[in-house]
């Protein structure tokens, strides 16, 4: 399950009405952001679920239910893609600094 800034806020109000959902919880899309604030979201003016959105390209109406939970999925969606991304701009990077990368030349150096 993930969610954005939940850990501060639906998750205790859900705990305070019998519901633990603590160890469901496997990414808070806050923190991902929070982290991403010199990369990807270099320039954004606040966290806020909306701005991020908004900053990423995803249109939605804040503060409803559904929409903030259609937009927190959406923006980490996008988070994944800068991930990959960038795994395949460093596997490039890789291959064409190493003229040979793409051999198998184990043959030659076999003794």
């Not at 806050?30 to 966290?47: C, M, Q, T, V, Y």
């Not at 959105?53 to 109406?61: I, P, S």
């Amino acid at each position: 399950m993930i969610g954005y800034n939940a850990k501060k806020s639906d998750l205790p109000i859900l705990l305070e009405n019998g519901l633990d959902l603590e160890d469901q919880y496997a990414v808070d899309v806050f923190d991902e952001a929070f982290e991403r604030r010199p990369s990807d979201l270099h320039g954004i003016k606040n966290l806020q679920l909306h701005t991020v959105a908004e900053f990423l390209g995803v249109a939605g109406k804040s503060h409803d239910s559904l929409e903030d939970a259609r937009m927190t999925a959406l923006v980490y969606e996008q988070f994944l893609e800068f991930d990959q991304g960038r795994t395949l701009l460093e596997e490039q990077e890789n291959f064409s600094t190493n003229p040979f990368g793409g051999l198998d030349l184990s043959g030659f150096f076999d003794e």
